[in-house]
């Protein structure tokens, strides 16, 4: 990866562009700044949740319990029925909900159930999400039994502080989500890598055979935020996906959420929309949490900097992300950082396996797999509702 030399005096408030020369001993010029933007963000957790004190025969009868719950710890909440004109959400609570990527367990009083919290500002008073999280966590965990199954996940969608995006920003953070696609591979679980929820978007199947540098004139080429979001989601018909979902018969490749970045909800127009990280894995502690959206929050805004003076040419290394990423944290004053670099010193490299393609659609999917895509396609979109709710209340 480049190596850019950077002093906490040079760092401080501002992101860097400019100088790609190697660490090798090279005179380094001294990067232009680039200011960069706040972000707001929600966060999905997706868990396996029992009652600790009512045996629940049904989803509904235990999201009754977990807003009830919530409200007596003083937590603003409100249950998503999958109806949206029956249940409206609001972009200042919590919303609870049931997941149907998730497989329940009725018998054994195990159901899959999302919780959607409110859209909160990045690095702007980062104590109070971070308190909020642990606040929901420690409620959860004193009331319920949390676990995590392979389809769980901690998602996290992002988009500036405006409430938009710029052309520039999100062909900035798309550079970044190919670049450092195998460093943020290292950090998650290994089913995490090759579930058919958070596939590839280097390999998917517009990026597949193109070089790096190909990948980055391909996002340079694009002219609209909608464009750029086809191609970063682009399926293909016969794959896996395409074939759950019935695409292989037309035989023409179509845009899918299901990556590790998904792109799609820049289809609202004209910048609106979020960019969602899909690919960690459930989380069942606060410091979980805290540490995916650090991690998302950071790389967000390094890559509004650094996304224009990546060198396709190098290969990312996660040291030198991880290093910019912590220095991120420490400027944007975020609590906690230690989390963040506790998850980098856990990181395990992926070792390439000699004629397969990281992250690549799985070869074959599950009949279970394969119903709950197609459940998917017409599951209500929280995130997306809050987020025009959440548009609402900034523009009043």
Not at 14 to 26: F, I, V, Y
Request: proline share 5%.
């Amino acid at each position: 990866m480049p190596y850019i030399h950077i002093t906490a005096r040079d760092y401080h408030g501002h992101h860097w562009t400019g100088s790609s020369a190697h660490h090798q001993g090279s005179q380094l010029e001294e990067p232009s700044r680039v200011e960069t933007p706040d972000f707001r963000f929600c966060v999905e957790l997706g868990l396996v949740i029992r009652s600790r004190h009512v045996d629940h025969q049904n989803v509904s009868s235990l999201e009754v319990e977990l807003s009830k719950q919530l409200t007596r710890a003083g937590i603003p909440n409100h249950i998503a029925g999958p109806d949206p004109s029956i249940s409206s959400v609001s972009s200042r609570e919590w919303t609870v909900t049931r997941d149907l990527c998730i497989p329940s367990r009725p018998k054994d009083h195990h159901f899959g159930i999302k919780l959607v919290s409110p859209f909160y500002r990045f690095s702007h008073r980062p104590h109070a999400w971070q308190s909020g999280l642990r606040r929901l966590m420690h409620t959860l965990n004193e009331h319920f039994e949390l676990t995590t199954s392979h389809q769980c996940f901690t998602h996290v969608h992002v988009v500036p502080a405006s409430g938009y995006w710029t052309l520039g920003q999100a062909k900035a953070l798309a550079k970044s989500s190919l670049y450092f696609e195998r460093c943020l591979d290292a950090l998650v679980p290994p089913y995490r890598r090759r579930s058919v929820w958070a596939k590839s978007n280097r390999h998917n199947a517009y990026f597949g055979e193109l070089s790096m540098a190909q990948c980055f004139e391909r996002i340079d080429a694009q002219t609209t935020i909608e464009g750029l979001g086809l191609r970063m989601n682009w399926c293909s018909a016969v794959s896996p996906t395409g074939v759950a979902l019935g695409k292989a018969h037309d035989g023409v490749d179509f845009q899918h959420d299901a990556y590790r970045w998904s792109f799609v909800n820049l289809n609202e127009g004209d910048g609106f929309g979020t960019v969602e990280f899909r690919q960690p894995p459930g989380s069942t502690s606060a410091s979980e949490a805290i540490t995916w959206v650090m991690l998302v929050g950071c790389l967000a805004r390094l890559s509004c900097g650094l996304g224009h003076s990546l060198e396709p040419r190098h290969t990312a290394k996660l040291k030198s992300l991880g290093e910019w990423l912590v220095y991120e944290a420490k400027w944007s004053d975020i609590p906690n950082k230690g989390l963040l670099k506790d998850l980098l010193k856990q990181a395990v490299p992926v070792a390439r396996t000699p004629g397969t393609i990281p992250g690549l659609d799985a070869d074959a999917i599950t009949i279970d797999e394969d119903q709950r895509l197609r459940w998917k396609e017409r599951d209500r979109n929280i995130a997306v509702e809050k987020y025009r709710r959440h548009l609402k209340h900034i523009s009043s």
